[in-house]
């Protein structure tokens, strides 16, 4: 690290935000780069700006915080440290932080007057923190032994792989796509550029539960198409796109000619429920060379096994490049491991998609 710390405050309010910016203002050894209001913001910061250090908040809505601190540990991993108050510090996403990566909580009280005598000694305190956690020289990957973490499946928790001379009846094609940070704002790219009757389009977005049904409704309201949440036996058909529930996998089954919707419980996929490894999977048992799949922005490896497969059994298979990736880790997986035929910038994958259906 150079002279001065670089930071990046990632907090859901704008009050805690500013609290923190004012505590560590004047210290010459800390230069702050930049707040966000929630991980999709600071995956976007931190791909534009490389800071050396976040300080990371514990609620949010669009995804939780330790979530978030396993992906940045295994992606591009850093010191973070989790500024909580009174009630927030010692709770399970707390702890959850610490087993994913993160190397302290530092307690935050509310509401702290800037020109006391407690704010000084918060700022004293936070400042050494900060600087002591900057001096760490090493920052492993989180192992399973040491950050009690769950285990890291494959889809054949699901399902079976797919059998590579299976022999698929020519059907009407689907499009599935596996996104992750930065997925809404990318998405509402994609889908806005797509016909009122493109093929029928699956989606699995790492989003928690409760979340998707909001986050559809606001697509629909984008799209020429018709969005929604996917529900056990909704059928994928033109004009339609579904969006996997979150905390449940989302699959396509052959029906006929065509395909519909399964909905599983288990356990999660690439550390994912849903997981995009699981639809590309059901996908490449399913439908074959009817299918095209799609890989974008997110951290992780999530979908990278799932895309191979599709390929293998005559996929057209697309991943978004990294001059547009908000973060270039799973569609970055996906190509190292062959699985993509195609390689394009976010406003050519819509027509890319529009190529491989004709």
């Known amino acids: ?158 399902l079976p792989p797919p059998v590579k001379w299976t022999n698929f009846p020519k059907t009407d094609k689907i499009v599935c796509i596996g996104v992750s940070t930065g997925g809404p704002e990318s ?25 998707t049904p909001t986050f559809a409704q606001r697509m629909n309201d984008y799209c020429i198409s018709s969005v929604k949440e996917a529900a056990a036996g909704d059928v994928v058909r033109r004009g339609r796109v579904l969006i996997a529930p979150g905390n449940r996998h989302t699959l396509v089954r052959r029906n006929g000619d065509g395909y519909v919707i399964d909905i599983k419980d288990g356990p999660p996929v690439s550390r994912h429920r849903p997981s995009a490894d699981v639809l590309f999977r059901s996908a490449a048992r399913n439908a074959g060379p009817n299918a095209v799949g799609v890989i974008m922005t997110g951290m992780g490896d999530d979908g990278a096994q799932g895309m191979l497969e599709m390929k293998n059994v005559g996929s057209y298979t697309i991943a978004e490049s990294e001059d547009t990736c908000v973060v270039f880790g799973m569609p970055k997986e996906a190509i190292a491991r062959g699985g993509v035929k195609v390689i394009t910038r976010l406003e050519k994958i819509a027509e890319e998609i529009a190529k491989a259906c004709k």
């Open 187 to 211: 998405l509402k790219v994609v889908l806005q550029q797509l016909p009122a009757n493109s093929p029928g389009i699956v989606i699995v977005q790492h989003m928690p539960e409760n979340f």
């Open 1 to 158: 690290m150079g002279d001065r710390v670089r930071i990046l405050i990632v907090e859901a309010s704008s009050h805690v935000r500013q609290s923190l910016a004012s505590l560590l203002s004047g210290e010459l050894s800390i230069e702050i780069i930049g707040t966000a209001s929630d991980p999709f913001n600071a995956a976007r910061k931190m791909a534009a700006e490389g800071p050396d250090l976040i300080l990371l908040g514990t609620q949010f809505q669009t995804m939780s915080s330790a979530v978030f601190v396993s992906k940045i540990m295994t992606q591009f991993p850093l010191p973070i440290i989790i500024c909580a108050n009174e009630d927030d510090r010692h709770s399970q996403e707390a702890k959850n932080c610490l087993q994913a990566g993160a190397l302290e909580v530092f307690h935050l009280p509310r509401n702290i007057q800037p020109a006391s005598r407690l704010a000084k000694d918060i700022a004293g305190d936070l400042i050494r923190t900060i600087n002591l956690a900057a001096n760490k020289v090493v920052y492993k990957k989180p192992t399973l032994a040491s950050s009690n973490t769950e285990p890291k499946l494959t889809a054949d928790v699901i």
